[in-house]
């Protein structure tokens, strides 16, 4: 998943999530920059999601099954990421938003199917203005509906003085 936005200098800005053959769901995060007048690559960036940003959040039980496969050398779990936003910051880096989504169906022996929708914990990246990562936080979100496709689902965000800011319904 993948966004695109041009700043004021006419760059334009490719980010978004990547994975692996062996992953199914969200590994990292990538940021390519090209420059507005020559139309070079300035900048790309590929940074693999930490495990301490990964477990934010988690139960300890869920932490600690990550934590073990990490030791082993394994990329623990991720979860399915909707890239939601790329926020142009005014000294030239951004804030990359995703969202943790997943959907569960289930069958019932009438054939009667149901649909239940989870929209988690909202994640932000900060980059420098030389897409290098600042910071990273999660922001934890709790919402789950069944058959209704997570319409009223998710948050909503708005930049005031150069802060991020949320609100959602939990």
């Not at 990964?54 to 979860?79: F, I, L, V």
């Not at 009667?112 to 989870?118: A, E, G, Q």
Request: aromatic share 12%.
């Amino acid at each position: 998943d993948m966004k695109i936005a041009i700043n004021d200098d006419f760059d334009i800005i490719c980010a978004g999530y990547y994975k692996t053959v062996e992953q199914d769901n969200g590994e990292g995060s990538f940021v390519i920059r090209v420059d507005g007048k020559s139309n070079e690559v300035v900048s790309q960036n590929f940074n693999q999601f930490d495990i301490n940003f990964m477990t934010q959040n988690k139960t300890e039980k869920e932490a600690a099954k990550a934590h073990k496969k990490y030791k082993k050398g394994q990329y623990p779990d991720a979860d399915y990421y909707d890239f939601k936003n790329i926020v142009l910051k005014d000294n030239g880096g951004a804030f990359l938003i995703f969202e943790e989504y997943h959907t569960k169906v289930t069958v019932d022996e009438e054939n009667s199917k149901t649909s239940v929708y989870y929209k988690n914990d909202i994640s932000v990246i900060s980059l420098t203005s030389k897409d290098e990562i600042d910071w990273t936080q999660k922001i934890a979100k709790r919402q789950r509906t069944v058959n209704d496709k997570a319409k009223y689902s998710s948050y909503v965000q708005s930049v005031v003085d150069g802060k991020l800011h949320f609100v959602f319904n939990d």
